[in-house]
Each structure stands twice: as structure tokens, then as C-alpha cells.
């Protein structure tokens, strides 16, 4: 079974929906950590979380908002969707200051 | 600025000859540098990491990168490519703040 994963897998919505991304471990890590890919951008740290009470954002946090449920649990949300939130969205675990991260096979979504 | 620049975003080689693909990067501190890559439809894994150890280190699936600071690159390299290298890289450069800065990446493309 797969350390990190990630649902839905792939996910059109339309324009002002609302919609929850949501990632679960299984490797125990305290840290958590959701990014954006764009194509030619690389990935962007949208919102990362060191343990359950811990909420920080990222470089580009705005239009999203996220829940730490429990240790092994961090959801992504979009309020209202917008078309330019079109990307591949990864979430991504970690140990304590440890710098290796594990990441998730990532979840497509289009908003039309 | 904490910074990585893939000088390449696409790299064409033959199976069987060296891949080198190329990183600098920007940081005011001793920095912990990686390459991760994707493969298509899936989620990103780490290759290889260096945190100021070795300067030359070595990786998964006979992937090396050497760690030149009077150069500020970590170009990633192989001596002979195989077509499962086909994919996406990433060089990455890990933050004072425990964060991960991604470069554009490099799609690697192997013709037999």
C-alpha cells in the first residue's frame, strides 16, 4: 500500500464550487506540506503544517485553505474555484527536520 | 534569495549515451540540494540528496550529482541513458525555513 495518498485522483469542477482535496500517511511523519504544479513553474508550496496545531502558508496560499484533521490527515480546500486553480496538485510528508519529503501520485483537477 | 535555476527545460539524448542535467542555485546558507523526478502520470521520488557531506553523491537507478560551491551547481548526470529515464526533473533546494524551493525542471527525452 502506498505511504502517502491522495483523493480524489482526478476532479473537474466548475467555476465557484467548492472542493476538498484531501491526503492521508501512513509513514507517521509530523510534517505536512500541499503544493501546486503548473506547467514550466515547477512545484509551489501552497500550504504546510509541522504537526496538528501547526498551520503556516505557503508562497501562494491565497484562494486556498487547509485542515489538519489529525496527524495523518491534511485537506486542501477551495471555497469558490476559479479556472487558473487548474493544475496537479501534490501533498507531501515529512520527519521532523529531517529534509527528505514524500509525496503523494498527486490529484488533477480542472475547473471549466 | 534562496533560488534554483534549471538552465535546460527539455534534453534530448540517445539511449545508451551520458545525460547531464544541469542546476545552480542561490542561498545565503550552506544549502541541503536534491533531485526528485517524475515520471509521467505519477508522483514525484527522490533520487539523490546531498546535505554537506560528500560532494559527490550518488543516487538511485545510477544517477550521480556533484556538489561544486565555487560554481553553485549540482548538475545531475548518468553515463549512459536508458529509456526508462525518460521523465521530469527537478533539482530542489531545501530552505533555512525547513521548505522546499522547486526549479522549473528538466523533461529528459531518450530516442533509441
Known amino acids: 500500500d502506498a505511504d502517502v495518498t491522495q483523493t480524489p485522483r482526478n476532479r473537474i469542477t466548475k467555476t465557484g464550487k467548492r472542493i476538498m482535496l484531501e491526503c492521508s500517511q501512513t509513514k507517521g511523519h509530523d510534517r505536512m506540506y500541499w503544493y501546486r504544479q503548473d506547467p514550466g513553474l515547477g512545484l509551489r508550496l501552497i500550504y504546510y503544517?509541522?504537526?496538528?496545531?501547526?498551520?503556516n502558508k505557503g508562497e501562494i496560499s491565497d484562494g486556498y485553505s487547509v485542515s489538519r484533521q489529525a496527524q495523518a490527515k491534511f485537506s486542501l480546500s477551495l471555497e469558490s474555484a476559479i479556472p487558473n486553480q487548474t493544475a496537479l496538485y501534490f501533498c507531501?510528508?515529512?520527519?521532523?527536520?529531517?529534509?527528505?519529503?514524500?509525496f503523494g501520485p498527486g490529484t488533477r483537477l480542472t475547473v471549466t | 534569495a534562496q533560488s534554483v535555476t534549471q538552465l535546460d527545460s527539455h534534453v534530448s539524448v540517445s539511449e545508451g549515451t551520458p545525460v547531464l542535467l544541469r542546476c545552480n542555485y542561490s542561498s545565503s546558507y550552506s544549502p541541503s540540494l536534491f533531485w526528485y523526478v517524475q515520471h509521467p502520470n505519477k508522483g514525484l521520488q527522490l533520487l539523490l540528496k546531498y546535505t554537506s557531506a560528500a560532494t559527490l553523491v550518488k543516487g538511485i537507478n545510477g544517477f550521480e550529482a556533484e556538489f561544486k560551491k565555487s560554481e553553485t551547481s549540482f548538475h545531475l548526470t548518468k553515463p549512459s541513458a536508458h529509456m526508462s529515464d525518460a521523465a521530469e526533473y527537478f533539482c530542489v533546494l531545501l530552505t533555512g525555513f525547513q521548505k522546499l524551493v522547486f526549479g522549473t525542471g528538466t523533461r529528459l527525452l531518450v530516442s533509441p
Open positions: 507531501a510528508t515529512s520527519e521532523g527536520e529531517g529534509p527528505e519529503q514524500y
Open positions: 503544517s509541522f504537526d496538528v496545531k501547526d498551520i
